[in-house]
């Protein structure tokens, strides 16, 4: 829990600009045991998968962390992982996970980061299923994003929520607005990772929390290219 503590502390606190998200973290992704809810016998059986990627090439040996394209070959080759998704995880998607965490900014994912993946994949899909009724991996796209809104608690506006319907969901021939899982933590990631970004250097610049920030050209297309 301490490396969640030092790498959460900035945002565990509500702010009136940006929801109390950090809260929501930490109370449904960090108390769960990751292994224990995939349904792997011990922690180390989850610790050998992720050390088998580290040991298939030279760069990660180097960092003892994986890349985007270990992370597909864990999430899609693991049986309890697959089982407990039920989905197939797209490399694009893996390497918006890998973005979201990568701290130290060279495409690479250590072990403590992989677990607070694994645990904010988890708290995501529980809260997916609360709504993903007859279990085809599709939910009512609308009661999603609202989850999103009021249960996440990111402030955002009615117009956030409209622009995020038009981009995530689909509309199924009867008439239906859904989301698919992978498309629901798309969401899920990139809210926080951009919400993460934009906070950080408002603190920086004011010195304090106002709700604005100011971009440069470089800077904006560094923080939205990664995702």
């Given amino acids: 829990m301490a490396y969640y503590q030092q790498n959460y502390q900035h945002y565990q606190q509500p702010s009136q600009h940006y929801g109390g998200y950090g809260q929501v973290l930490q109370r449904d992704a960090f108390a769960c045991n990751a292994w224990q809810a995939l349904g792997f016998n011990s922690p180390n059986e989850l610790q050998i998968l992720f050390d088998q990627s580290v040991q298939s090439n030279e760069q990660n040996r180097m960092r003892r962390a994986i890349q985007s394209e270990d992370l597909v070959g864990i999430m899609n080759n693991s049986s309890e992982i697959r089982s407990f998704f039920n989905i197939n995880w797209s490399r694009e998607l893996c390497k918006v996970m890998v973005a979201m965490l990568d701290r130290s900014g060279d495409g690479f994912l250590q072990w403590e980061e992989f677990m607070e993946l694994q645990q904010c994949l988890i708290a995501w899909y ?102």
């Fill in 126 to 227: 529980r809260m997916f299923q609360t709504h993903d009724m007859d279990r085809n991996n599709k939910a009512d796209a609308n009661e999603l994003i609202t989850v999103v809104k009021n249960q996440f608690r990111f402030n955002l506006s009615q117009e956030c929520v409209t622009t995020l319907l038009k981009r995530f969901s689909y509309v199924e021939p009867n008439g239906r607005c859904v989301l698919s899982f992978d498309d629901f933590v798309t969401v899920c990631v990139k809210l926080r990772a951009l919400t993460d970004a934009f906070r950080r250097r408002d603190q920086q610049q004011h010195g304090q929390e106002t709700g604005t920030s100011t971009f440069g050209y470089d800077d904006f297309l560094r923080c939205t290219m990664c995702l």
